[in-house]
């Protein structure tokens, strides 16, 4: 079933519309990974700084029991929680952080230059 989806690709060699759109679809994604790289970099730099900013303050304001599932502990929690505050979902994690640091507003500035930063990627 598969083979016979591929005959779109040897119907562009003889449809020079068709063989356009690939040709622009395949320039496209070159760009794609030049941008996928740049925004991994970035969210990478974040977690890092988010580690460090961060991680003494969830681990005095929160016991090991009561630890949110999405945290500063380690890189990999980190990483998510960046890449979900990059999709939107950045309140809860704001509350959570504000919590942690004793209401202080520099959270608030992390929060909303990462959502910037990144969005300005994605959009860009």
């Given amino acids: ?19 356009a759109l690939i040709d622009i679809i395949a320039e496209s994604i070159s760009g794609l990974v030049y941008l996928s790289v740049i925004l991994g970099v970035v969210i990478y730099a974040l977690s890092v700084i988010g580690m460090n900013l961060f991680k003494p303050m969830y681990s005095e304001y929160y016991s090991e029991e009561e630890m949110p599932r999405w945290n500063y502990q380690d890189f990999q929690h980190s990483f ?19 919590l942690a640091t004793k209401g202080k507003y520099w959270p608030i500035v992390f929060y909303i230059g990462a959502l910037v930063m990144g969005n300005f990627l994605i959009l860009n």
């Fill in 1 to 19: 079933m598969g083979i016979f989806q591929l005959r779109v690709f040897r119907l562009a060699k003889s449809w020079s519309t068709m063989k």
């Fill in 80 to 98: 998510i929680l960046l890449f979900r505050i990059l999709c939107g979902e950045w309140i809860e994690l704001l509350y959570e952080t504000l």
